[in-house]
């Protein structure tokens, strides 16, 4: 494209400079008087300049390769904007071409450079600056790579691969494989999400398409004081969140700025709220959410046989009390501990199968039985915090299906932990209240303005 550009210029200039010479000829000729040579010497020049500007010009914004590549358009963290060709490795499809590809099963990056045209040297060269940001025998299959390139007959100049959802490394292959870490246009936005349950909670925050992660944390904010496993079809939710937007899209991560659970008895709440350095959860009266118990060991599950001093083992085929609350779940799904504490077994037996036990202090312990496999790290001696991830739901021992059993003890005695009342925690203090109050009513004010389309829902 360039030589052909180039070689329409040197001959186009060529005809002006026969024009030129065979004017003055002609001129010399006809004219014999030296002021109207030189002026139309001068009037020929002016145009012949005049022609080879625009020329110039045209060449150099119609022709694409003269884009610098060392000043690509890579789009850094600080840039305010970008274009709707902007694709998800950062580089501008009108100045490039990118052939993107997931990495597969088994397959190896020297092949895959080689595969684009590299030398084995070069190849060598740039695993050597690649190895400095990349594990390659960390490798996923399905992770995220591009080869982009400036010119389709020559190698790849860059090198793009997916660190992780924020963070993409890209090489700059016609430097020896030069990296660099660039982090990804993102954004944070704000957003609402209100419903009533018809079936499950779990398909009405799925129906208002409220990300798993802003899921996690409403449960965590109200688990203390709701008990999920007993919500009814008319509750009504309303949840202000925050949510981190990555290349223009959507993601599961975010934070939970406030959340409002409606049941027939009650109307909770939990506000975010940062406090000395340390975010949290607090009611309307500024106490901490986070009690000394969560409600239950597992999230979205259903209570398959609750606490019962008298009942029908399926297994056994006889009545024996069931001194524990069965909450049924799928397999794998994660075991949480419901406060903090001391493990006191990880262990395998015949009737409990795979259980951990937990002693909290003097007073309480918990246990958690027919798990598929503990988590890292669980052993005697361990100490857990709340919501922590112990083990996942299995059926070990005496199990009919995949489930946890949990028990709970009160001074060396199983109770049914759902009928005991723990006491509230202090509030915030006086200086900080004052602050907590002013951020908890402009929040309510927020869901307050939400009720006419709540109002729509329930019509």
Not at 131 to 145: V, Y
Not at 402 to 421: E, I, S, T, Y
Request: include cysteine.
């Amino acid at each position: 494209m360039i030589f052909r550009i180039t070689q329409f210029h040197i001959i186009f200039v060529a005809l002006h400079c026969h024009f030129y010479f065979s004017t003055k000829q002609a001129i010399r000729m006809k004219l014999r008087k030296g002021l109207l040579e030189t002026f139309a010497k001068s009037l020929t020049l002016g145009v012949l300049l005049i022609v080879n500007i625009l020329l110039l010009q045209f060449i150099l914004s119609e022709t694409p390769f003269q884009f610098n590549k060392k000043e690509s358009s890579i789009i850094s963290e600080n840039s305010d904007c970008f274009s709707n060709s902007y694709s998800s490795f950062g580089f501008d499809h009108q100045n490039f071409q990118i052939s993107s590809m997931s990495l597969k099963s088994n397959q190896l990056l020297p092949d895959l450079f080689s595969s684009y045209g590299f030398d084995t040297k070069q190849v060598r060269t740039i695993l050597e600056n690649l190895k400095e940001h990349l594990d390659f025998r960390s490798l996923k299959a399905g992770t995220k790579l591009a080869f982009v390139s400036t010119n389709d007959c020559t190698t790849p100049d860059f090198f793009a691969f997916e660190l992780s959802p924020k963070q993409v490394l890209v090489a700059d292959l016609g430097n020896d494989g030069c990296c660099k870490v660039m982090e990804k246009q993102s954004e944070i936005k704000s957003e609402i999400a209100l419903g009533m349950i018809s079936s499950s909670l779990w398909e009405a925050l799925e129906d208002q398409s409220v990300p798993s992660g802003i899921i996690d944390q409403m449960e965590d904010a109200l688990s203390s004081s709701l008990d999920f496993h007993q919500v009814q079809a008319g509750n009504v939710f309303k949840l202000l969140y925050d949510r981190l937007y990555i290349d223009g899209k959507p993601t599961a991560e975010g934070k939970l700025k406030a959340a409002y659970f409606k049941t027939d008895q009650n109307e909770h709440y939990a506000y975010g709220f940062l406090q000395d350095g340390k975010f949290d959860y607090y009611d309307n009266e500024g106490r901490p959410m986070r009690k000394f118990f969560l409600k239950a060991p597992v999230r979205f599950s259903r209570i398959s046989s609750p606490f019962a001093s008298r009942r029908f083992h399926p297994v056994l085929k006889f009545n024996r009390p069931h001194l524990g609350t069965d909450y049924a779940a799928p397999y794998g799904t994660p075991i949480i501990a419901v406060g903090n504490g001391v493990v006191e077994a990880a262990a395998y037996t015949g009737g409990n199968g795979k259980f951990v036990k937990i002693r909290h202090d003097k007073t309480y312990q918990t246990q958690y039985l027919h798990m598929s496999k503990f988590a890292q790290g669980i052993r005697a001696g361990t100490h857990v915090q709340q919501g922590q991830v112990i083990g996942y739901v299995g059926s070990t021992g005496l199990a009919t299906g995949p489930h946890v059993c949990f028990r709970f003890w009160k001074n060396g005695a199983q109770v049914d932990h759902r009928k005991l009342n723990f006491p509230a925690q202090e509030p915030l203090p006086a200086t900080a209240l004052v602050n907590f109050s002013k951020y908890r009513d402009s929040l309510k004010t927020q869901f307050l303005n939400l009720e006419f389309a709540t109002a729509k829902i329930r019509s």
